[in-house]
């Protein structure tokens, strides 16, 4: 493989530095080969973070049941600071974990510079079927999955049905992104917006999930070998859509995702919907209280009527670092969080699956569960996990990351924001876009053909 500059990420080196201390002596600069170890006697160590805060249950029920193996957690506290450590640790040629939890997105950054592990030697290739399309294709590279999926983010339409109702919008009526355009401009009438875009960075996974239901591959990765196309017919069609909601003052471009502003407008009522992955309702729950009873979920608008398309919106993921001497121990530590019972607590504290068996169970749908029934009286009493269920389990169109994904989602924010203000057209904004990525994948390294 050609050498790569690799330019590790510098912001939050303090924070992080505890983390790599912590892992320096534990684990060294290895290939994979001969470095598997002993699969049922290691110490190995495991960078990721703890949203549910289950990981002491998980790793304590995992040691009980694989007696020989200690599980060092260094809790790296998000996924940003994760990717951070592990571009540290891969600069340095030393430090980096066994195992490694990382965005979905993030995978392919360093399965294509050989900083991960082709997980297909453990036998993860043949533990495709078990999972739904969404996560399991974003982790692969050349064909063969350097990350496990530990949970997915299929993207469906939250909504709030007081604001549709005062507006006349049906939402079983929106079956296309033509129909949800038309209720876009009665919702507007009624002094709302249907949902907002500032074509910030943090629009940019939203976007990416879109682009991918309309078709459109605006890049993509073949080793050394990186296409940009900014202009393919999906691009045309999901560029042109949102044009037409910021001309006509349909989308509230003023507001970032996470936001403050953000959590007031889905508070008040002033936006009435997202489309977002299915792991969204924990964070409606607490970003918009005083509309309890107000929401409700529904499948996402197709670009073609009769279709049945979704797309992945965020997901994470387990591997295994190759600097790691204790591959062995550390897959079964994947299998046991991926595949096995750890998999199932996950799932239990407010981790949405991307395992089939856990989705189509009926524990997982129970509506007298006592998750389900805090969640379902928020949204009004609709069964939500059926209808994520149901969203997870749709077709996906393949799409890829790009190998520098944090500077493209950084720079997405730098290029695309000025068409949300009207300072340009999104078109253009794109075709800026590409020109940036492009560049940057030069001085990376690549062979980058942009498509004008």
Same mark, same amino acid.
């Given at each position: 493989?050609?050498?790569?500059?690799?330019? /590790?990420?510098?912001? &939050?080196?303090?924070?992080?530095?505890?983390?790599?201390?912590? $892992?320096?002596?534990?684990?060294?600069?290895?290939?994979? &080969?001969?470095?598997?170890?002993?699969?049922?006697?290691?110490?190995?160590?495991?960078?990721?973070?703890?949203?549910?805060?289950? *990981?002491?249950?998980?790793?304590? #029920?995992?040691?009980?049941?694989?007696?020989? +193996?200690?599980?060092?957690?260094?809790?790296?506290?998000?996924?940003?600071? $994760?990717? @951070?450590?592990?571009?540290?640790?891969?600069?340095?040629?030393?430090?980096?974990?066994?195992?490694?939890?990382?965005?979905?997105? @993030?995978?392919?950054?360093?399965?294509? $510079?050989?900083?991960?592990? %082709?997980?297909?030697?453990?036998?993860?290739?043949?533990?495709?079927?078990?999972?739904?399309?969404?996560?399991?294709?974003?982790?692969?590279?050349?064909?063969?999955?350097?990350?496990?999926?530990?949970?997915?983010?299929?993207?469906?339409?939250?909504?709030?049905?007081?604001?549709? %109702? !005062?507006?006349?919008?049906?939402?079983?009526?929106?079956?296309?992104?033509? %129909?949800?355009?038309?209720?876009?401009? !009665?919702?507007?009438?009624?002094?709302?917006?249907?949902?907002?875009?500032?074509?910030?960075?943090?629009?940019?996974? /939203?976007?990416?999930?879109?682009?991918?239901?309309?078709? #459109?591959?605006?890049?993509?990765?073949?080793?050394?070998?990186?296409? +940009?196309? *900014?202009?393919?017919?999906?691009?045309?069609?999901?560029?042109?859509?949102?044009?037409?909601?910021?001309?006509?003052?349909?989308?509230?471009?003023?507001?970032?995702?996470?936001?403050?502003?953000?959590?007031?407008?889905?508070?008040?009522? @002033?936006?009435?919907?997202?489309? +977002?992955?299915?792991?969204?309702?924990?964070?409606? *729950?607490?970003?918009? /209280?005083?509309?309890?009873?107000?929401?409700?979920?529904?499948?996402?608008?197709?670009?073609?009527?009769?279709?049945?398309?979704? #797309?992945?919106?965020?997901?994470? =993921?387990?591997?295994?670092? =190759?600097?790691?001497?204790?591959?062995?121990?550390?897959?079964?530590?994947?299998?046991?969080?991926?595949?096995?019972?750890?998999?199932?607590? *996950?799932?239990?504290?407010?981790?949405?699956? #991307?395992?089939? =068996? +856990?989705?189509?169970?009926? =524990?997982?749908?129970?509506?007298?569960?006592?998750?389900?029934?805090?969640?379902?009286?928020?949204?009004?009493?609709?069964?939500?996990?059926?209808?994520?269920?149901?969203?997870?389990?749709?077709?996906?169109?393949?799409?890829?990351?790009? /190998?520098?994904?944090?500077?493209?989602?950084?720079?997405?924010?730098?290029?695309?924001?000025?068409?949300?203000?009207?300072?340009? $057209?999104?078109? %253009?904004?794109?075709?800026?876009?590409?020109?940036?990525?492009?560049?940057?994948?030069?001085?990376?390294?690549?062979?980058?053909?942009? !498509?004008?």
């Amino acid at each position: 493989m050609r050498a790569r500059k690799f330019t /590790p990420v510098l912001a &939050s080196l303090a924070a992080l530095a505890t983390v790599m201390s912590l $892992t320096a002596c534990g684990s060294g600069s290895s290939s994979s &080969s001969g470095a598997q170890g002993d699969a049922d006697n290691a110490e190995i160590t495991f960078w990721g973070w703890d949203s549910g805060g289950s *990981m002491s249950k998980l790793i304590a #029920a995992f040691e009980k049941a694989n007696p020989g +193996i200690t599980v060092k957690f260094s809790s790296t506290g998000n996924a940003e600071n $994760t990717q @951070t450590a592990l571009a540290n640790a891969v600069a340095a040629g030393k430090g980096a974990p066994d195992v490694v939890m990382l965005e979905d997105a @993030t995978v392919m950054q360093f399965a294509v $510079t050989g900083d991960l592990v %082709d997980l297909k030697q453990y036998g993860a290739a043949d533990e495709a079927d078990k999972f739904v399309s969404g996560p399991w294709n974003m982790l692969q590279y050349n064909g063969d999955p350097y990350g496990m999926p530990i949970d997915s983010g299929p993207e469906v339409l939250f909504y709030n049905k007081a604001v549709f %109702d !005062k507006a006349g919008v049906n939402a079983d009526d929106i079956k296309t992104w033509d %129909d949800y355009y038309e209720a876009a401009k !009665k919702i507007r009438a009624t002094g709302s917006y249907i949902t907002n875009n500032s074509g910030s960075s943090m629009d940019y996974q /939203p976007f990416t999930a879109q682009a991918a239901q309309a078709g #459109a591959k605006p890049w993509t990765v073949d080793g050394d070998n990186i296409t +940009i196309d *900014m202009n393919d017919e999906g691009m045309q069609k999901y560029t042109a859509f949102w044009q037409k909601l910021i001309d006509e003052d349909l989308v509230d471009t003023s507001i970032a995702n996470w936001s403050d502003d953000w959590n007031r407008a889905l508070n008040d009522g @002033t936006i009435a919907s997202l489309t +977002i992955g299915a792991w969204m309702p924990v964070n409606l *729950m607490s970003g918009a /209280p005083d509309q309890s009873g107000n929401w409700r979920v529904m499948q996402l608008p197709q670009w073609t009527e009769g279709e049945d398309y979704t #797309a992945e919106d965020g997901g994470s =993921s387990l591997a295994i670092s =190759s600097q790691s001497t204790n591959q062995a121990a550390a897959y079964k530590f994947i299998e046991y969080m991926t595949l096995g019972d750890g998999a199932v607590t *996950m799932s239990e504290t407010g981790t949405f699956p #991307a395992l089939k =068996s +856990i989705l189509n169970s009926d =524990s997982f749908v129970d509506p007298d569960s006592d998750a389900n029934k805090t969640t379902n009286e928020y949204f009004g009493g609709q069964n939500v996990n059926k209808i994520l269920a149901e969203a997870a389990q749709r077709p996906v169109n393949t799409f890829q990351y790009l /190998p520098y994904n944090s500077f493209a989602q950084t720079e997405y924010g730098d290029d695309i924001s000025p068409a949300y203000t009207g300072k340009e $057209t999104l078109a %253009d904004a794109f075709k800026t876009y590409g020109e940036k990525l492009a560049e940057h994948g030069t001085q990376e390294g690549y062979t980058v053909t942009n !498509k004008d």
